[in-house]
């Protein structure tokens, strides 16, 4: 089955760290780029950072930039974030996705309290 699948998310206080990860499955991961999104109450979904298919080449939203980074294992057909010093301003939904194969996952919530 061709699918993404996040976990990881949770609560955690402000200054806090968390790792989210994202499963990919039924399509040759080492192939793509990909990309984590996030999606607060209220708000439009937002990108947040990607990632080259050789992991190589990684890209942050100016928000984010220096907090957190991605990476990803190509032969754990893995993409990781790790979210470091976090404020309660990266409250939301957070998604993984692969754009050329118009893959999303199904989202982790994470919420961070002041």
């Known amino acids: 089955q061709v699918q993404l699948v996040e976990s990881g998310g949770g609560l955690v206080q402000s200054g806090g760290s968390l790792r989210l990860s994202c499963a990919a499955s039924g399509f040759i991961f080492g192939l793509y780029g990909m990309r984590w999104y996030r999606q607060a109450p209220g708000k439009e979904r937002e990108y947040v950072a990607g990632?080259?298919?050789?992991?190589?080449?990684?890209n942050y939203a100016d928000s984010v930039k220096g907090r957190f980074i991605i990476s990803r294992d190509n032969g754990r057909k893995m993409v990781f974030l790790q979210m470091n010093s976090l404020k309660p301003d990266d409250t939301a939904v957070y998604y993984c996705?692969?754009?050329?194969?118009?893959?999303w996952g199904q989202g982790s919530q994470v919420t961070v309290s002041s």
């Open positions: 996705n692969c754009p050329d194969r118009a893959l």
């Open positions: 990632i080259g298919s050789a992991g190589d080449n990684t």
